[in-house]
Nanobody
Framework: QVQLVESGGGLVQAGGSLRLSCAAS????????MGWFRQAPGKEREFVAA?????????YADSLPKGRFTISRDNAKNTVYLQMNSLKPEDTAVYYC???????????????????WGQGTQVTVSS
């Protein structure tokens, strides 16, 4: 199992950037595929990005314009990141880090595919 703690959220103006971090406990972090999800008020939790155990393969939601968000991981630090650029008010949500011991990933991940979740970090983008 793994414990996840997100950080890096906050208030940012439209067009700005934020980098979210997800710190994982345990020495088996590199065995897990990681993902980022977000949930806006009144909406379902939706997939943002995923990364495999090695960090070599990444996947992004089809609805997300290429280049705005970038997922990465540093297994030496047991940390996964989500770099967010050109933020828009519609990006406002609670962002969650998730983990699962699996190898097969795609660009349409479901929350049900993940076993472990962080508590989330609030991202608010102002107009």
């Amino acid at each position: 199992q793994v414990q996840l703690v997100e950080s890096g959220g906050g208030l940012v103006q439209a067009g700005g950037s934020l980098r979210l971090s997800c710190a994982a406990s345990g020495r088996t972090f590199s065995s897990y595929a990681m993902g980022w999800f977000r949930q806006a008020p009144g909406k379902e939790r939706e997939f943002v990005a995923a990364i495999n155990w090695s960090g070599r393969s990444t996947y992004y939601a089809d609805s997300l314009p290429k280049g705005r968000f970038t997922i990465s991981r540093d297994n030496a630090k047991n940390t996964v990141y989500l770099q967010m650029n050109s933020l828009k008010p519609e990006d406002t949500a609670v962002y969650y880090c998730a983990a699962v011991a699996k190898l097969v990933l795609h660009n349409n991940m479901s929350p049900n595919e993940y076993d472990y979740w962080g508590q989330g970090t609030q991202v608010t983008v102002s107009s």
